[in-house]
């Protein structure tokens, strides 16, 4: 059971923000490992053996495979691992395409937290007072997509057995000629039942997610982690060197230990209130 994702989605969606953010400028392989065991680690919080799965069958090829095309088309660095017909491939260009890898990896995955964690009706209550009619329509638009995708999965499922003599290319067409139909029907009836409701642009926004203290703290906590880690990014103390060879001088602990907590906020909250649970169950 996930709580954090019980906090206000104005909360959830700042830290979901700042961790992106962060993961995007901070490109020095401490930080992207811990980034990414934190992005895991929810993920295996909210989705269990699926993100497992999908961790070894997706995830860790894709850093592998960044890092090896890094190496045969980047041919910077000292370090020679091998040459083949006069093209040096180096420990450098290597060790930067995985921690491009990670990164992208890193993104995905919280990216991927966030969509479980952030559902179209907390996104609608975290910008329906600043824009409401912008935001509707654009979770409106997320929540098209997948229906679309499913519609397309039933209209092939259901002529798959039909033989009348069409090629495959003339198939998909008329596949995408029901598609297109099957959309604008549904979206003529979602344009009359919002009319029936009494939609008008000059509607009032309704959120039924209340602001606590502790979203508050949260936010709150996760700004201040975001600033003191961003402070030491300017300061150069999150610098890493990757050629010509590779240099991890002037480094911070302090900061890394920072992001860290930034990083598994979600676990630590979630850890928090289990040990808080139990001592009220053994008060009992």
Known sequence: MDRFSRFNPKSCFLFFLLEIVLCLLLFNPFYLLISLLSSFLYSVKL?????????????????????????????????????????????????????????????????????????????????????????????????????????????????????????????????????????????????????????????RAYSKYSFALRDGIVMAVSVILFIIVLYFKTSKKTLFIFEPVISAENQSLFSIIIYGVMSFLPLIIDFWEDMKWLYLKQKI
């Open 47 to 203: 989705e269990g053996k699926k993100a497992v799965k999908s961790f070894f069958t997706f995830i860790l090829p894709l850093i592998i495979f960044v890092g090896i095309f890094n190496m045969i088309f980047a041919h910077y660095g000292e370090t020679v691992l091998f040459t083949v017909f006069s093209y040096d491939f180096t420990l450098e260009a290597l060790f930067y395409g995985f921690n491009q890898g990670m990164m992208f990896a890193s993104v995905i995955l919280w990216l991927n937290c966030y969509s479980i964690v952030l559902t179209s009706d907390k996104f609608l209550s975290v910008f329906s007072r600043l824009a409401p009619n912008t935001s509707l329509v654009f979770s409106m638009v997320l929540s098209f997509l997948p229906r679309l995708r499913k519609n397309a999965q039933d209209i092939n499922d259901a002529r798959m057995n039909i033989n009348d003599g069409r090629n495959k290319l003339q198939k998909s067409i008329a596949n995408f000629s029901a598609l297109l139909t099957m959309t604008l029907e549904e979206s003529i009836e979602v344009s009359d039942s919002m009319r029936a409701r009494g939609f008008s642009k000059n509607r």
